[in-house]
């Protein structure tokens, strides 16, 4: 029996199990072939929708789904550390999901208008990919972007993940739309052919090395110092945490380069130059070396960003983090909402955003691409830094986020930005996951989570660009923007011929 003929409810629980489903396509599950065989039956329910309403509704149940059981980690922040009362902040969360879902309203009402009267062919192998597409495109870019639980990501251990340093995680999501609509037409001779040939493409790709060495290896160090977020920002703490820091970083007087974690020092810089950041680099001096950590940077008139400081023999420089967190790190429409928040009692940050192109630092003479925490979820704001950067930074604070599926999650999207670029990426965080990942994606080492740990390791200086770092997602988006435009002329000229 058709979809079309089943109870409109039963279609929105299939298309809500679908997206549910889609979860355990991602890390920590990483069952990436799972997203193949879940994403054709949602293309397949949409197929046989019927009105543009009943596909916008699928693609709502969808979104609901994947955000519902993917994001719902995001109740933790906002309960435990946002200051939060828990009924209010299950409500934020569920109007969180609830308002980003209408993106996949989104991919199933364009999948509708643009394969109306299309072939079953050109349904699955064109207009769903490219629906999808768009849409993902939507989410990372519209009203600040929430580009978490892209397709691609689903991929990072499979061979599609070779088109990455073509195309970018969104690109890597499209083919693998294109393979669930392939997998549809599995009954026709060459859609199986074409399958085996888009995956083996993949796999030949990721053999190719985009970028080669610069200069010897780098000893590093990256600082897992573990402390309770309930206490980072204790006054009593800070003495303690600190000491923390410097003892496990002592432990590792071979690395060249030591890296703590977003906010690892928990104070305004301004407030501790003499007493801590200058005797910390004088030693750093002394011992040939650099490290760089996250703190809160002041300026004198009175703004305050999320930075990363870095100073030793490769001299003192900053990056502040220029994608803020909407609510979390700022509060957007300031005007507007600051009286219901204030009445609600709910607290907010007010960091500023670094201004102007991404800057990069110098560790160990090279120049080292920036981004702090919720950054890496942008690629395109990541390879800004190159090709200058000789390898790329991420540092995090996911005690945000408890002992949940978002730190897995983060770790996979750092993957896919080190194999993007072609560069080393270090990931340090306060309490997991830190991280050493190669140029191919792949995680060199890895420290466990909750535990106080150095995690050593040695990375080789990357030199060149990958063809994603030199156009990053503007293809994507122009292919996206004509493709629809085409589709939708040649329906409208279609129609008038009829009439």
């Known amino acids: ?20 489903l889609m979860v355990l396509a991602f890390a920590p599950f990483s069952l990436g072939q799972l997203a193949i065989i879940d994403l054709a039956a949602f293309f397949y329910l949409l197929r046989h929708a019927g009105t543009p ?31 939060i009362q828990p009924p209010l902040g299950l409500l934020f969360t569920l109007l969180f999901i609830l308002v980003v879902a209408l993106f996949f309203a989104f991919t199933g009402w364009l999948a509708f208008r643009l394969g109306r009267g299309r072939s079953e062919q050109v349904f699955m192998l064109l207009v769903a990919p490219l629906a999808w597409l768009a849409s993902e ?3 990372a870019y519209l009203f600040t972007g929430f580009p978490w639980l892209s397709l691609g990501y689903s991929q990072i251990d499979l061979p599609l993940a070779g088109f990455a340093p073509l195309l970018g995680v969104f690109g890597v999501g499209a083919l693998a739309a294109l393979s669930a609509g392939l997998l549809l037409l599995w009954r026709r001779g060459w859609s199986p052919p074409l399958l085996l040939v888009l995956w083996g493409g993949g796999y030949g790709l990721s053999l190719v090395e985009w970028t080669a060495p610069l200069g010897d290896p780098v000893p590093v160090a990256l600082v897992q110092g573990n402390v309770r977020q309930m206490d980072k920002w204790r006054p ?7 000491q923390r820091y410097q003892r496990l970083s002592d432990q590792a007087d071979r690395a060249r380069v030591v890296i703590w974690p977003e906010t690892a020092i928990p ?6 130059e003499d007493a801590v950041l200058r005797p910390l680099e004088e030693k750093l001096r002394g011992q040939g070396r650099d490290l760089l950590t996250g703190i809160v940077a002041r300026h004198p008139d009175g703004r305050y960003f999320n930075a990363m400081l870095s100073f030793g023999v490769s001299g003192r420089h900053a990056y502040y983090k220029r994608h803020l967190v909407p609510f979390g790190e700022y509060l957007p429409l300031a005007p507007l909402l600051g009286p219901v928040l204030d009445f609600l009692h709910i607290p907010m940050s007010d960091f500023s955003p670094g201004g102007g192109p991404a800057r990069p630092v110098k560790l160990a003479g090279h120049w080292v691409g920036v981004d702090i925490c919720y950054e890496d979820a942008f690629g395109n704001e990541v390879a800004a830094a190159l090709p200058r950067a000789a390898f790329l930074v991420n540092a995090s604070n996911d005690a945000w986020f408890g002992d949940s599926l978002a730190p897995h999650q983060h770790l996979q999207i750092a993957r896919m930005r080190a194999l993007e670029t072609g560069r080393y990426l270090l990931r340090t965080t306060n309490t997991g996951i830190s991280a050493v990942i190669g140029p191919g994606g792949r995680i060199l080492k890895q420290a466990p989570q909750f535990q106080q740990v150095v995690l050593q390791g040695s990375i080789v200086p990357m030199q060149g660009m990958t063809p994603y770092a030199r156009w990053r997602d503007a293809p994507l988006v122009v292919l996206a923007l004509v493709l629809s435009a085409l589709l939708l002329l040649r329906r409208s000229r279609y129609a008038g011929s009829v009439i």
Do not use: C, K
């Open 1 to 20: 029996m058709s979809p079309a003929e089943w109870h409109p409810g039963l279609r929105l629980a299939a298309s809500f199990v679908l997206g549910a």
């Open 53 to 83: 309403r009943t596909a916008a509704g699928l693609g709502y149940a969808f979104g609901l789904g994947l955000l519902g059981f993917g994001v719902f980690w995001l109740r933790i922040s906002i309960n435990q550390f946002g200051g």
């Open 137 to 139: 495109l939507l989410r």
């Open 236 to 242: 009593s703490m800070f003495e303690l945490t600190l």
């Open 267 to 272: 104070a305004f810089d301004d407030r501790i």
